[in-house]
């Protein structure tokens, strides 16, 4: 799919989403910018995505769960932190990679939430707690599966294919991210656990993420998922960035955080005539 018939997907997606009342508004972020070490995988031939430094932002983020496109790739193998920033209705939004810090943070507080629900996605239920100490330390330390790094660092570069703000009909908001990766990710799963005792040996088809840090007007939360959709696009192997994992973060409405405004802003003035 190329550039052009990738944003049509997208105009015509919008569309439909207007005439059948699906959607209040999508507004996507805009204002982008990035520091850091950063890979733009560009359509370049249609279904291709080959690294193209000339490629703009913007177009990369053009696209849609339908049909995501190219995509930007924060750091490689958790190096320096690697930043895309913008604003969505003139709120600050910032999505990065992840340091080994973030995954250690507060007890291994997201390393433990990450196996867990992979591990939920795959087999079902709650992974034993044995098995789960057994693969946190598996998670942080070098892997000969995976040529020496660490399983943590393979999951730490996401790749950006969309970010877009979206009111619901219902009410509420929610900003929607595309990570583009593997459609069948079940050979790099085991070979996240090769060499953890008691770890299962996963068969059929199994979907996880990598994990993309996301702060929105101050506050932080880490986006990750274990569904994909064909993407309809790949990389020169045919396999990567061949599955797209919408993640979503719920946010406040504009109003709501003007309402928020409003009423800080009253108290503040109240706090001052009483002095």
Do not use: C
Request: no cysteine; net charge neutral.
């Amino acid at each position: 799919m190329t550039k052009f018939s990738k944003l049509g997907a997208a105009v015509l997606l919008a569309l439909g989403a207007v005439s059948t009342g699906a959607y209040a508004s999508i507004n996507p972020v805009i204002n982008l910018s990035t520091s850091g070490s950063v890979i733009k995988w560009d359509e370049t031939a249609p279904g291709v995505l080959t690294p193209n430094p000339a490629a703009t932002l913007d177009s990369l983020l053009a696209g849609n769960a339908a049909a995501p496109g190219g995509n930007i790739e924060l750091s490689k193998f958790g190096g320096p932190v690697s930043t895309l920033s913008g604003t969505v209705n003139g709120i600050a939004v910032s999505f990065d990679s992840l340091t080994l810090a973030d995954w250690q943070a507060n007890n291994d507080s997201l390393t433990k939430s990450y196996i867990s629900a992979a591990y939920a996605a795959a087999l079902g239920g709650s992974v034993p707690g044995s098995l789960l100490s057994a693969a946190i330390a598996g998670f942080y330390a070098p892997n000969a599966a995976l040529a020496g790094k660490s399983p943590w660092q393979l999951v730490s570069d996401p790749n950006i294919s969309y970010a877009y703000y979206q009111k619901d009909p219902a009410g509420g908001a929610s900003l929607k991210v595309g990570l583009g990766g593997l459609y069948d990710a079940t050979n790099f799963l085991n070979a996240l656990v090769a060499g953890v005792p008691g770890a299962p040996v996963l068969t059929g088809l199994n979907q996880a993420s990598e994990v993309v840090k996301v702060t929105y007007n101050g506050n932080t939360s880490y986006l990750y998922g274990f569904n994909a959709t064909p993407s309809g696009v790949h990389a020169i192997d045919g396999v990567s960035y061949a599955g797209n994992y919408e993640v979503s973060l719920t946010v406040p409405e504009p109003s709501t955080l003007a309402l928020l405004g409003v009423g800080v802003l009253g108290a503040a003035l109240r706090r001052r005539r009483s002095v």
